[in-house]
């Protein structure tokens, strides 16, 4: 709780933090909204896309690349640690090493959450909106996805707190991390065969919310070599605990 309570101290303040959830919680609202006033062949999109159980897929999965976002926040929150040496005053006044890495995960886990949620209120605003289908069973049917959002968000964060301790430049960081996940880890994945690649940390996160309709895809032409959400949700706790070591030795190997 006391690590709890000195990042809340620090982070409520901070502008930043504000205006990039305000620019997520915009762009979800923006899509939605957006989408479903398109129409295909006389009848609204939103008829079909925002019907339940399905629609919890579609909805994470469209979340699902706003993650960056919430990857280039952590690594602000973290970069401005050692910009401001507040890391080295924290350490002097008696915390150690591992509970500054804990409490940046903290941080990941109340960011995560808040999106779920965020998450939570606009399924239910736009099934009841616009799902046929409004009975209890309809709606609880694949809630189970925003649960894989929530540990999708944690993985992509806990990879971005690793390059904040790692490189400890806000600016340098955020491109090495948007780098490894857009470009350098998809590059890889055409190097190896998907029975390797479908382990890659970026690859089994994104198995956590597949395409709606992937299925349907799949037997219509060769098949994507991806975890199922369950296993990817196993191996992505692996991965959460692997970055937050990773963290944890690099900021005990160099000074502060």
Known sequence: MNLLRIELHKILPYRTVWIILAIFAGLMLLILY????VTINGR?????MYRMPGFWQTL???ASFFNLLFGILIIVLVTDEFSFRTFRQQVIDGLSRAELVLAKFYVALGLATLGTVFLLALGLYFGLLYSADKSISAFMGK????SYYFVQAVGYMMLAIF???????SGLAIIA???YAQIIEPLIHFRIPDDFDKYMPVKVFKS?????????????TTPTGVLSPQWATLLTLV???????LSYLTLKMRDL
Do not use: C, H, N
């Open 34 to 37: 957006a989408s479903s006033s």
């Open 44 to 48: 609204a999109m939103g008829d079909d």
């Open 60 to 62: 994470t999965y469209t």
């Open 143 to 146: 809630i189970d996805f925003l």
């Open 163 to 169: 390059f904040g301790f790692l490189i400890r430049k």
């Open 177 to 179: 991390f948007i780098a």
């Open 208 to 220: 956590l919310t597949p395409m709606p309709g992937q299925e349907v895809l799949d037997q219509l």
């Open 239 to 245: 991965y959460i605990g692997i970055f937050w070591l």
